[in-house]
Each structure stands twice: as structure tokens, then as C-alpha cells.
């Protein structure tokens, strides 16, 4: 299918905060392309993971539109989306989706199993191989460290295969080893033609080694970089923290 895998136009959030809404995200339009890994970069409350939530049809946007594989997803319903995530997006949030009474073996099996199928023992053993956790497939993620608990999810994406991986932060609890293990992997999730990775990174040498890095400043998209190298992603991280546009650079 030709067009991008995810596509928000003019994404606003806001929240209920007591009487008041507070906006969130002011107008975000982006996309990525089949084959594409992005990263999203910005400032700690910048909107980051809200942006994240939202693309990947968790959230809702308050207004404009967010296509996943071509649909709207203010436009299905609550099951038809629940359905569309469960078979095309996989996530790798630190804190999200991993179920504590399953072990680590049950929990990368359970995409699978929510479809109806049965995945093979080997496909789930080389996903956890992969992501270093050899030896801990009958382990609750309750007695894993935060960096297991993440790579579980990795290692869950990485043998569900989905079309669109969103990650959040995915290397930030992770030493240097395991960090470039994630980050391998998800890339060569990215490259397949026709699947993509969007993932949330404060460290611009883990954005450097994406196609396209996106930087979010109080809400609003401030720039976008190709192949940048770290130091350039360094250099307009610093310059967005002190003009507020990156103009300068
Ligand atoms: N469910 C919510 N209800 C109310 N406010 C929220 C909610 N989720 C996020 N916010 C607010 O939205 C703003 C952006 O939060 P978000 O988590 O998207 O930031 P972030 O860029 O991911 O930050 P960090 O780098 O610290 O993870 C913050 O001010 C946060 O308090
Ligand atoms: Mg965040």
C-alpha cells in the first residue's frame, strides 16, 4: 500500500486540568514512510509521549487526524481500532502492557495468542534470545529490572513483527550493550519495506542512527532533521533549550 504507515495532520491534545483544558500539542502535522525509523526528540514535557500516544491511536486527538495504515482512527470504532493496534502496532513503553502474572515467555507469546494462533516455541525463545534474556522465559516481569521489563517488550514486537513499532525512550533504561542491541533491532524492524519505527530518544546518538529525527518544543514541531549526525542533534537540542526555534542553527 503506497503513502506513509502513520499520518497526523494538525494533531491538538488537551487535557482536562479541573475547570480548565490545557492544550497539549498545538496543530502537529507528520508522517512516516514504509521503511522509515524517526525519531522524536524535545525537551522533558514537550509532548512527546503524548505525541506518541496519539499517533499510535491509544489517545485520541482532541482535533485533527491521525491515520494509521491509511485509517482514520477517530473514524473506527473502539473494537475496530483495539483490533487494527493488536494486528499492525506494536509498543515498547517502559511501563506499559506487560502483563504480571504471565512470564516473560507468556508475554512475548501473547499478540500471537490474541489472535487465535499459537506462535512457535522457537520464534518466542530467539525473540527473547535476541534481546539478551536467554534464561528468563519463565520469569514475571514483577522480578525483572526496568531495562528486562523493556527488552521483554522488544522482544514481544520483534516476534509479532508488526507493521508500525512505537517506542518510548526504548534504550534510556538500558546499559551501553543492551542499548545498541534495542536499537539493531528495532532498526532492522524499520528497514523492512514495508514496516516502520517511530520511537521517543533523548540521546542523540541513538537519534543519529535514525532516517529522520523530529524535535517537539512545547508542544509544537520546532524542526526536523535528515541523517543527522549526533553533534548536530546535539547542537539544535542546546539551541531549541536557549532560542526556542533552533533558527540560529
Ligand atoms: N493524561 C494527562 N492528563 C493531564 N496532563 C497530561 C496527561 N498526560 C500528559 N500530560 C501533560 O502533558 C505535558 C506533556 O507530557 P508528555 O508526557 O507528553 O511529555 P514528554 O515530552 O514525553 O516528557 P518526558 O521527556 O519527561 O517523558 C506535561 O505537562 C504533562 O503533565
Ligand atoms: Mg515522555
Known amino acids: 500500500m503506497p503513502g506513509p504507515l502513520v499520518l497526523g495532520r494538525n494533531i491538538t491534545k488537551a487535557y ?22 524517526c525519531a522524536v526528540m524535545g525537551p522533558s514535557g514537550s509532548g512527546k509521549s503524548t505525541l506518541l500516544y ?17 485509517r482514520d482512527t477517530t473514524a473506527l470504532s473502539r473494537a475496530a481500532l483495539a483490533r487494527l493496534r493488536r494486528c499492525e502496532v506494536g509498543f515498547v513503553f517502559q511501563a506499559y502492557n506487560l502483563v504480571p502474572t504471565l512470564t516473560a515467555f507468556e508475554n512475548v507469546a501473547l499478540p500471537a495468542r490474541l489472535r487465535g494462533e499459537k506462535p512457535p516455541t522457537e520464534t518466542i525463545r530467539h525473540a ?24 521483554v517488550a522488544l522482544a514481544r514486537v520483534i516476534a509479532q513483527r508488526p507493521r508500525i513499532v512505537f517506542a518510548d525512550e526504548p534504550t534510556g533504561a538500558l546499559d551501553t550493550h543492551s542499548g545498541a542491541v534495542v536499537l539493531d533491532a528495532l532498526r532492522q524492524i524499520a528497514h523492512r519495506p514495508d514496516q516502520c519505527v517511530l520511537t521517543v530518544t533523548h540521546d542523540p546518538v541513538v537519534a543519529a542512527q535514525c532516517d529522520r529525527v523530529l524535535f517537539l518544543h512545547d508542544g509544537y514541531l520546532a524542526r526536523e532533521l535528515t541523517s543527522p549526525s549526533a553533534a548536530e542533534v546535539a547542537a539544535l537540542l542546546t539551541d531549541l533549550a536557549v532560542t526556542g526555534t533552533g533558527a540560529s542553527s
Open 16 to 37: 482536562r486540568a479541573g475547570s480548565r483544558e490545557v492544550e497539549i500539542l498545538h496543530g502537529v502535522s507528520m508522517a512516516v514512510e514504509p521503511g522509515e525509523m
Open 54 to 70: 496519539t499517533l499510535a491511536g491509544l489517545e485520541l486527538p482532541s482535533t485533527g487526524t491521525v491515520q494509521l495504515l491509511g
Open 128 to 151: 527473547l534470545a535476541l534481546v539478551g534474556l536467554e534464561g528468563f522465559e519463565e520469569t514475571r516481569p514483577v522480578v525483572m529490572s526496568g531495562g528486562e521489563q523493556q527488552r
